[in-house]
């Protein structure tokens, strides 16, 4: 199946400062991308979807100005938590969908582990 | 608006028995349905989908889930349990009506086969 990479898979940062999260398709072109943060024993919760090209759209309650989503490539999406703190810390994942539809499956990245000292 | 619900945070089951994860599901239009699977500290992997067709969807690992429309079901099955088996299994289900494609995740089972 399509693979999708994730760097880093784990980054502990000091609070205040930037963490960028890269996410790749490595063998197929990603229209689509979707950002998830998941806590603990928890489900995914969907942060926002990036299409190439465009301005990413934001689920309610997530502020654009501290998670910077770019995609600009049909292969790279990035993630820029900005001026980090603590209550950032967990897991983020990122998904990317096939050109085609909405009805292609997504194929997840192996996630990011952040931990904001 | 899209949900779906595990019923089940927890499942056990003995290696070399049947499992059953279960999955029920709300959308307006016609739903798309999937079954993840996470391993600790992992991303998830696809194991099979619903779109369209015969109710039964044979997937990765041996594992199947058949679509019940009338009971808006999607349960995971598998005839016979592996411990390689534990993990977090999620059900999502996606209207592409409405809500431009995007997927909604149920909570996740926590899976544990013992030997």
């Known amino acids: 199946g399509a693979v999708v990479s994730q760097h880093p898979s784990r980054v502990i940062c000091k609070s205040g400062t930037s963490v960028k999260i890269e996410c790749r398709s490595l063998d197929f072109q990603a229209t689509t991308m979707f950002w998830y943060r998941q806590f603990p024993k928890q489900s995914l919760m969907l942060m926002a979807t990036s299409n190439e090209g465009s301005k990413a759209t934001y689920e309610q309650g997530v502020e654009k100005d501290k998670f910077l989503i770019n995609h600009a490539s049909l292969t790279l999406s990035t993630l820029t938590v900005t001026s980090a703190h603590p209550e950032d810390s967990s897991f983020y994942i990122c998904?990317?969908?096939?050109?085609?539809?909405?009805?292609?499956?997504?194929?997840f990245g192996p996630g990011t582990r952040l931990t904001v000292l | 608006a899209q949900s779906v619900a595990q019923p089940e945070d927890q499942v056990n089951v003995a290696e070399g028995n049947p499992l059953t994860v279960k999955c029920t599901y709300s959308v307006s239009g016609n739903p798309y349905l999937f079954w993840y699977v996470q391993y600790p500290n992992r991303g998830l992997q696809f194991l099979l989908k619903?779109?369209?067709?015969?109710?039964l969807v044979k997937g990765s690992y041996g594992f199947e889930a058949e679509f019940n429309k009338s009971q808006t079901s999607f349960h995971l099955k598998k005839p016979s349990a592996l411990v390689s088996d534990s993990a977090l299994y999620f059900c999502a289900v996606r209207d592409i009506n409405t809500n431009a494609g995007k997927s909604t995740f149920g909570d996740g089972t926590t899976l544990t086969v013992k030997p």
């Open positions: 998904s990317a969908r096939t050109s085609g539809g909405y009805y292609n499956e997504q194929f």
């Open positions: 619903y779109i369209t067709g015969d109710n």
